[in-house]
């Protein structure tokens, strides 16, 4: 129940502030993260009356995060307001994050008033230029100086995400703007009708159809912009034949139980084979990234058909023999209404005799490289149930172990940043994901020093009573880059760290802690923390799993 507290004289109350909120709850916004401060009150003042939730996390890094672990699980954009100067430059790393991975957020933050752009006065978080920080890694960076104009700008957000790439903005409302009175329309703050997805032209659907009916050995390559297409993948996959290979972001773009998946296994050079030795690639959504390529870029040997919402894609990184431009959500299903009608009947259907040859080559590689890594995580996925959110950071166990050995039933089960690779993610995209989806069981499973990055978020976590699982891999500090350092033929330099009692830390924050003792246990372990509830904390020092 909100405290009753007397209006001090001059605030307006229907200010600009509430003009932006109710147009965001409109298009269902019923959640924001961020941190309250001096100058963001009059967006905070109306959140509890707007029955919109406030995640108030423990450093502005983490509530971009929370945002994106929300946005992951909604398929609405994130909505992270900080302060001014700070804050919002403490925010900018998980908005980079959504810039390099497509994914929608929000950023708002109030300014200094209109006429004062860095005065230079010594201003309570006086910065040189706001706007230029942020627009230096989002899509689209803009200062309103009228209520109106802020409307229209979150107007303008919703487009580009249902129109183009979804990538995060950053709206900046000047202080006097934000605490004035809104001179708007209630009418301006509905939400509008979106346009449709793009469809491709009918033209470049048929030749795709017609290479892909030809094809003997397909493979489907399906980034994050294959998951608009949904349940459109798999038939496409069935219809064909063909195997279905998928990036970090398009993980669970069909389930990974399917007889023609391969999850997200690019690391792999095995993978590279089972690509590059295919008639027809067809690549979905994905920029077919140098970052999943770690023995080099792919080198089909077929005919690549790329499909992308954007032209620009078309030939990024991978120059294409036939290109298609539009959405996923539209693109699949006008190729399996073209397929159903295809012949064929030259085609042995040996699809999942593929497949199941490419994941034992996969097992193997794996094993030989990452044995420890994989055994933790493979044990891990022996604990969870078949419905669970995984969340990762930029550790060893997610990109040599979880992305490969805990296989997901849908695209909303895997919460990771292959291309920004930040530390500090896990945890607090973990808990915005709880946050949104309430009744799935989400366990993050990340390094001790990626955790470090955000440790601080258990307290948001026990704050927020969410039931979250978080399992500590403990190599002892930076091991990757220790790797790196001998590569070059450096000494360890600051790489051992330090470690916390793990179990005890995480008590101390309210919640609860383990410390695995036997390899064998950690299944049990994973089973009897989602049981419990809570915040629950498994410590798992890799050296159990070493021989």
């Not at 509008?192 to 290479?211: G, N």
């Not at 990184?317 to 030259?346: H, I, M, Q, R, W």
Request: with cysteine.
């Amino acid at each position: 129940m909100t405290e009753s507290i007397d209006l001090p004289e001059g605030v307006v109350t229907d200010n600009t502030g509430l003009a932006v909120l109710t147009t965001l709850k409109n298009y269902g916004i019923d959640t924001i993260f961020g941190i309250p401060g001096t100058h963001n009150l009059e967006f905070y003042r109306h959140l509890e009356p707007l029955g919109i939730r406030a995640v108030t996390t423990r450093h502005e890094q983490g509530a971009g995060y929370g945002a994106d672990g929300w946005s992951h699980q909604t398929g609405k954009p994130g909505v992270v307001i900080t302060t001014s100067g700070p804050g919002l430059l403490n925010a900018l790393s998980s908005a980079a994050t959504a810039f390099c991975e497509s994914r929608p957020m929000i950023v708002l933050a109030p300014g200094v008033p209109l006429g004062a752009e860095f005065a230079d006065i010594g201003a309570l978080h006086e910065t040189k230029d706001t706007v230029g920080a942020a627009a230096a890694v989002v899509e689209w960076a803009r200062r309103v100086s009228t209520a109106e104009e802020a409307v229209q700008a979150v107007h303008d957000a919703f487009e580009l995400f249902a129109t183009g790439r979804p990538r995060p903005v950053y709206i900046e409302v000047p202080l006097d703007v934000l605490e004035g009175a809104a001179d708007v329309a209630d009418t301006a703050f509905a939400a509008r009708e979106l346009p449709a997805p793009a469809r491709a032209e009918s033209a470049a659907i048929q030749d795709a159809a017609k290479q892909l009916a030809d094809a003997k050995s397909p493979v489907i390559l399906a980034g994050g912009g294959s998951i608009p297409a949904g349940d459109g993948l798999r038939e496409l996959a069935e219809l064909l034949d063909a195997p279905v290979i998928t990036t970090m972001n398009g993980k669970g773009a069909i389930p990974e139980s399917h007889p023609l998946a391969l999850g997200s296994a690019l690391r792999f050079k095995a993978a590279h084979e089972v690509v590059n030795d295919a008639d027809v690639v067809l690549a979905i959504g994905s920029k077919i990234a140098e970052v999943e390529m770690w023995w080099g870029q792919l080198e089909p040997r077929g005919t690549l058909i790329r499909v992308d919402l954007l032209e620009s894609q078309i030939d990024k990184n991978l120059t294409a023999d036939l290109g298609v431009v539009g959405s996923s959500a539209t693109v699949v299903p006008d190729l399996v209404n073209v397929l159903k009608d295809a012949e064929f009947s030259n085609r042995a259907q040996i699809g999942a005799e593929r497949v199941r040859s490419a994941l034992a080559a996969f097992e193997r590689e794996g094993t030989e490289f990452a044995p420890d890594l994989t055994a933790v995580a493979k044990a891990v996925a022996a604990g969870v149930p078949e419905d669970v959110i995984i969340s990762g950071d930029s550790s060893q166990i997610c990109y040599f172990g979880t992305s490969t050995n805990i296989p997901v039933e849908s695209a909303k089960s895997f919460l990771y940043m292959a291309t920004y690779a930040t530390l500090g993610y896990g945890l607090p995209a973990a808990i915005g994901a709880k946050i949104a989806s309430p009744d799935r069981p989400v366990v993050s499973v990340l390094g001790d020093g990626a955790l470090m990055f955000s440790v601080q978020e258990f307290a948001t976590a026990v704050e927020q009573g969410v039931d979250i699982v978080v399992v500590v891999v403990d190599n002892g500090g930076y091991a990757e880059i220790e790797q790196n350092e001998a590569d070059r033929g450096i000494p360890p330099v600051g790489v051992r760290l330090t470690q916390p009692d793990w179990p005890a830390l995480t008590t101390a924050f309210g919640g609860t802690g383990r410390a695995l003792e036997r390899p064998e246990d950690l299944p049990s372990l994973v089973q009897q923390a989602i049981s419990e509830g809570g915040v629950q904390l498994i410590h798992v020092p890799l050296s159990l799993f070493q021989n």
